[in-house]
């Protein structure tokens, strides 16, 4: 018998805490659970009940070009016969790390690792131990992964004595995050005033994209860059999500402003799980071998992901138009939530719809949003065969397999959950 997806889920938490693998897949914000999905393909993804829905989520980033994009899926396909993973070198690990040097010169010398988590927690050891310094700066709101010291946010306002999000996390880890405010430049200069000799680097995502889309004032991400200079302290950009989101060269290349160091992740796999960390030569040479900060994976550099990455950044190195139609597609339907009087975040492909009465700028505006609000039109949507973020925390993914049916079928259910309201 088949199993359903209430079914497969009630299973599940018995194996699996909360029934599923990443804790916002549980659906708990919108007080629902999971649809499980069957397969996917373009737009479209299909649940085990036989449901179809129009994916705005594509697994939260990855799949700019649609679900199973068949050049990706035919490469792939090819790449399993000739072995799944080898623990050695191939040749297609330095193709990769060549495509992504062309697209952001920034990258001089990369490490190929397994998820955004590890990009960020390394590079961030590399910024320690570059610097020979403990404390790090990051942003309320952002997120960079589980790694323990970046759990750590602080409420609202700016806290220097931080307390982490998370049980678990020794609170002598937390001590060395030092929390600022998005977008507000004084709480970077005051932490710098006060800690600047021991700060090894600032990490931010120069669009914060994971409490909703927040886009950065170009002032701040350029005091960002400033500030750490002066202090002799590394800027590191998380790129997980806007590297070959918003440009081929990512947000560095949108706001033309060079990180020392920079991770990605999501598109850069294809699909695969696959991340990136790299930057200056001078500072990716303290990494072992060569250098003394230890860093190591068993599957990085795993070949079918390595080649998910390839096929997926050749299409779009290709094919940069991508980056005017998905940005175009985009704009409809951040058009379509301002005719119902919704506020709207966009950068390029990225977008959220806030219900809030406020401009979205900072975390403290985003908390200002109605949860039941954003209930209400995540049922209308689904029940419409739309899927959207469960949370209003997290960006709508345009990808290139939302062409203009599919966009303008969106735009008419935005319209009509409008008059619902
Ligand atoms: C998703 C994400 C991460 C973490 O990546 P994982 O592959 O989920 O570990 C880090 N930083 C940003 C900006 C992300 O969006």
Known sequence: MLLNSVDLFKKSEKYIPGGVNSPVRAFRYVNRTPFFVDRAKGPYIYDVDGNRYIDYVCSWG????????????????????????????????????ELIQKSMPSMEMMRLVNSGTEACMSA?????????????VKFVGCYHGHSDGLLVK???GLMTESISDSSGVPSSYAKNTLLAEYNNIESVKSLFEKYGDDIACIIVEP?????????????????????TQQYGALLIFDEVITGFRLALGGAQEFYSIKPDLTTLGKIVGGGMPLAVYGGRKDIMNCVAPIGSVYQAGTLSGNPIAVTAGIETLKYLINNPNIYSVIDKAAGKLEKAYLDIGVKVNRVGSLLSPFFTNKQVKSYDDVMTSDRDCFIKYFDFMLNSGIYVAPSQYEAMFVSLAHDNDIIDKTVDCIMKFGESI
């Open 62 to 97: 990855p799949a700019i070009l649609g679900h199973a994009f068949d050049p990706v899926i035919e490469a792939v396909k090819e790449a399993c016969c000739r072995g799944l993973t080898f623990g050695a070198p191939t040749e297609k690990e330095l193709v990769l790390a």
């Open 124 to 136: 961030i050891r590399v910024a320690r131990g570059y610097t020979k310094r403990d404390k790090i």
């Open 154 to 156: 602080a409420g609202s």
């Open 207 to 227: 669009v914060a994209a994971n409490m909703g889309v927040v886009p950065p004032d170009i002032d701040f991400l350029k005091y960002l860059r400033v500030i």
